[in-house]
């Protein structure tokens, strides 16, 4: 395809060109007339000459004077009388006829010059004549004639004509460098807002068209500039949407997944990634069932898919041996012209969730059933004494074992407090942590123990250094610490035995043991010694005034001191519970 540089270029050269040979059409025109009036003129000037010179001369000098002339002169000289006879000529050889009828000599007969340009019957060229008048006094008795070969004039036409064209050339030439130069002129800032909008289009929007020329042109490069500063605009909004967007998608807690209408991932977050164990940078354009392999994800996109509208339901998986509970939502997705377009699902892991309504529940139940006990006790008791047992020999036991149960409603009640007090701190971060010493806090919780111990001559062994410290909340510390040991001492069965409390420093923290050499505990109960309520033997735990509270309350103790508590125990061989606070 051809440049406009080139278009413009070769449309004003030939313009040029077009008005260049015009002129030197009409320049040849005008000097064909010049040549011929001037050739003219001199024939007339000659033929006067010859008039002159004929006067008063013989006629039979006439043909040495036209001689003489052509000699001179170099032109063809005749005298013709006013019949038409040829009187002399400067070709002498010639046979001549009647030349009366010749225009030339018609109009000099007549009184005027005449002029003819036409071919010579006696030479057979073309001539070119002028004749004047003789004269003897008002008389005109002939005429004398001048003539000139017409090829002299072309030929001296053609000369000037071939100086016109040379002239031309370098007109030519000129008229070529200032097309080129005017095309420039246009082409070039074109060609630099091109390149300018080449550059937009390859994304260098704050990339601005400076160029000088036209105004029209000066024009369009800055509508170009104004149009690309508002692309970048709208193109830096649209980027920082975009980015909002994606870091919400990035960063929410829910796994979204965008499918197509074949099941394909169009788009998923990394949360998808980590419910379902995949990579989400590698999932996209792969089936989902590919990816996830759950027949159940998979239903649930085809029900979303068939159901149109919102589609709710609740996934049960097993991931790594632990049982998930997954809340899905999918929506299906319509392009603007309505078709289907795939589906938005999302899931929500509520296994936690789930797993604490459960605890909820069973809470409320355990808390029920245990006071229940007590409380169907005491009503029992108080009726039978009602109906008469007051006065009885067993009145008196009777008043103890309400008192018993009613000591044990006070106990399981300030248990529950307890409990709910810690997790209320523990939510709102009011339990606070500082640096301190350990033995202190120990001896305060065996002091307490004491009593009990020696009641069942059980030796309470206390060791600890003095230097060992950690990061703790003394009463909360203690508290756990007399729980573990009120259970060393309880569930310790024979006399004379030993309960060690031990304290020491151990690498990245601190250890506190205590240990018994009890009853002990078999290895299925351990993993839920620590739940509400969760007693090994329940009639003697009760027989002990236990609560079924205490390791639970010691768990969350030691979770807000952000440690952790286990148990090593074996049935007839006593156990050891260890708490582990961070250094
Ligand atoms: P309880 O008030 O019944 O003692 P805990 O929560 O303190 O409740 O203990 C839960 C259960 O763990 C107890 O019922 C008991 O069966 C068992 N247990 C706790 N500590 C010991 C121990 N040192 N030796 C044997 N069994 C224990």
Redesign the pocket.
Known sequence: MKTLLWKLCSSYFLLAALILTLCLAAASLLLQQSVISQAQDELAAQARLLRVRLERQDAAAYGGICAEFSAALGSRFTVISAAGQVLADSEQDLHFDNHADRPEILAALAGAVGVSRRRSHSLGKELLYVAVPLRRGDEIWGAARAALPAYLLDERLAYLRGTLLLAAVPALLLAAAASFLLALRVSKPLQEIEQGVLRFTQGSLRHRIRITGPLEITNLAESCNRMAAQLDEQSESLRKQLALLESTFRSMAEAVIVLDPEGRILRCNQAAGRLFSFDPSAAEQRDIQEVIRLADVQQFFEKTIQQGGGATEDIITISAGREKILSANGARLRSESGANAGALLVFHDITRLKRLETMRRDFAANVSHELKTPITAISGFVETLRDGALHEPDAERFLDIIARNVQRLRTIIEDLLALARLEQEEESGQISLSWKAVRPVLENAAAICAKAAAEKNISLELDCPDTLRARLNAPLLEQAVV?LLD??V??SSSQKSRVILRAAQEQGGVLIVVQ?F????PREHHAR?FERF????KAR?CKLG???????IVKHIVQAHHGAVSVESAPGRG?VFTVRLPG
Do not use: E, F, H, Q
């Open positions: 729980n259970n060393a309880k569930y018994d009890g009853c002990g505990i010694l969760y007693r090994v033997d735990s236990g609560t079924g509270l205490g390791l639970a156990s």
